[in-house]
């Protein structure tokens, strides 16, 4: 496929328009967008008007992720869905997520309104960091059919609960399964950055995915009894805070004990939260990964009975609630092939490598074959405003996408993937 877009120019917009994304915040002097926030609606018009232009018809599901269909040759026609998520973490970079659908829409562009046998569908996934519900993933489980009622009455910190929160931005959450996967969808694809210094390390620009790790996601309340600071003794206590204290650093033994294992306590939240007042509760996140699903599950349960542990002893209470519990998953070995191939076409050597952060494939590899192309993160930084990518890697990636475009248009295997659709 000829494209005569120049691809570095191609990349320099994709930078620019991640930057710029970047300036539409819910939190000023930093990029913070989270759930179908009043910045998300801004992104989403930001976006939207992109994908138009680049020939793609718009549209918002009700779990509030921003589609954009970019039609095939022909009306009748499976598709080829690409895409991450727009929603970001607190004090985030300008690529994690956003740079997997700005990079989808320059693929978009460059095919310069030329018709493929079937029709590409860029999403821009409403929720994968699970920021404000302690939750991941609310765009891609509602397209996996897995975004049960459990986790629509989940609430954030102002106790707004997810359905509200879609009730709040004009959608029907009655109609979520209309977000579903279509049974025509014969591929999902995406880009993201590593968030890891292992391509760096090797010199590589792209990585293609083999494997994510899964994850445990949940929260603890540690209830003790809130008094007076001064004047309850130290052996008279029911102290939240301490109580948590000591857990949270069994967490970093316990996952210091297992190679591979990683666990972080992220978020804590302290009620009445005043100097001179013992803790009366403190709410804790918790977050678990490995590649072995036995080790991580082991882990999250031997951790939820240390709390118990720690509580009797202590004269408290815990309560304990799984937000996620998502197994790891695989890549399709053919498409993660043919990203091989289309890169060597781009000039580009590739390193094949399991990814430890969540992405919205993970929810999706379990209805499609799915693959994903990371590139080289400068530092390996990411989760932090310095998160950054080069102008060259991403030529590489927009080059490696047409180059597979061109070959999943012409493949006699992706063919009868298209014949079964
Ligand atoms: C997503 O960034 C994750 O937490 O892995
Ligand atoms: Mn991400
Ligand atoms: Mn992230």
Request: charged residues 20%; hydrophobic residues 45%.
């Amino acid at each position: 496929m000829e494209h005569s877009v120049a691809i570095a120019d191609q990349a320099e917009k994709v930078i620019a328009r991640c930057k710029r994304l970047a300036s539409i915040t819910e939190v000023p002097g930093s990029t913070c967008r989270t759930f179908l926030s009043m910045a998300m609606r801004d992104c989403y018009q930001e976006v939207g008007e992109w994908m138009e232009a680049a020939g793609a018809e718009v549209s918002i599901d009700a779990a509030g992720n921003l589609r954009g269909f970019y039609p095939a040759a022909q009306t009748v026609a499976p598709r080829l869905v690409l895409g991450s998520h727009l929603d970001t973490v607190p004090d985030a970079g300008a690529y994690d997520g956003i740079l997997g659908v700005v990079l989808a829409v320059s693929l978009l562009e460059t095919l310069e309104d030329r018709k493929l046998p079937f029709a590409i569908e860029v999403i821009g996934f409403s929720e994968e960091e699970g920021v404000r519900f302690g939750m991941p993933f609310i765009g891609s489980r509602a397209l996996a059919g897995k975004l049960d009622d459990e986790s629509l009455n989940c609430k954030d910190t102002n106790g707004v609960t997810v359905r509200s929160a879609i009730e709040n931005f004009g959608l029907q959450p009655a109609e979520i399964s209309k977000a579903g996967m279509r049974t025509d969808s014969l591929a999902y694809l995406e880009f993201h950055i590593e968030q890891g210094p292992v391509l760096e390390s090797l010199g590589i620009p792209l990585g293609v995915v083999e494997g994510i790790a899964g994850q445990t996601r949940g929260e603890f309340i540690f209830v003790g009894r809130a008094n007076h600071a001064g004047t309850t003794p130290m052996n008279l206590r029911h102290d939240a805070m301490s109580a948590a204290a000591e857990w949270i650093i069994e967490v970093e033994r316990v996952a210091k004990r297992e190679k591979g294992l990683v666990a972080t306590v992220g978020r804590i939240a302290v009620t009445p939260n005043a100097a001179n007042v013992i803790a009366g509760q403190v709410r804790v996140s918790l977050d678990v990964r490995h590649k072995s699903d036995h080790v991580r599950t082991c882990a999250a349960d031997f951790l939820a009975i240390q709390a118990q542990e720690i509580v009797h002893r202590r004269g408290l209470k815990v309560e304990h609630k799984v937000l996620l519990n998502q197994p790891a998953v695989s890549m399709d070995p053919f498409l993660m092939e043919q990203i091989e191939q289309a890169a060597a076409k781009a000039g580009c050597r590739t390193h094949r490598m399991v990814s430890g952060a969540g992405h919205d494939a993970m929810i999706l590899a379990e209805k499609v074959p799915t693959a994903m192309i990371f590139l080289r993160t400068p530092g390996g930084i990411s989760h932090h405003p310095s998160e950054s990518v080069s102008v060259e890697d991403v030529a590489k990636a927009i080059e490696c996408g047409m180059c597979l475009l061109t070959q999943l248009a012409t493949s006699v295997e992706f063919q009868k993937r298209m014949y079964r659709a």
